[in-house]
Nanobody
Framework: QVQLVESGGGSAQVGGSLRLSCAAS????????MGWHRQAPGKQRESVAG???????IYSDSAKGRFTISIDNAKNTVYLQMNDLKPEDTAVYYC???????????????WGQGTLVTVSS
């Protein structure tokens, strides 16, 4: 069984920074891509950034220029460095893993439980 565990959420001031981490655990042989989504209060969940196992990133317009996604394939861990935070970045951030291959079974897409990020002025 694969689990995604996020960490690094918390509170930050406007203009500050936070770094989120998400580690996938289990008998993992490969992960095709990992990423981050977020859901703000009263809003739909939206994609923030994604990255392939080969290190090719993609960002939402709101994340471009402020957030950096990276991946450590050896650790099955994805990171999201968030700089110049704004109040509208306040949300629960969810980690995802796509096409996860393990010794027991394969998974199409997995989600973490989420970590709360609060940005205040």
């Amino acid at each position: 069984q694969v689990q995604l565990v996020e960490s690094g959420g918390g509170s930050a001031q406007v203009g500050g920074s936070l770094r989120l981490s998400c580690a996938a655990s289990g008998s993992i042989l490969s992960i095709n891509a990992m990423g981050w989504h977020r859901q703000a209060p009263g809003k739909q969940r939206e994609s923030v950034a994604g990255i392939t196992s080969g290190g090719v990133p993609i960002y939402s317009d709101s994340a471009k220029g402020r957030f950096t996604i990276s991946i450590d394939n050896a650790k099955n861990t994805v990171y999201l460095q968030m700089n110049d935070l704004k109040p509208e970045d306040t949300a629960v951030y969810y980690c995802t893993a796509v096409r996860v291959v393990t010794r027991e079974e394969d998974y199409g897409e997995l989600w973490g439980q989420g970590t709360l990020v609060t940005v205040s002025s």
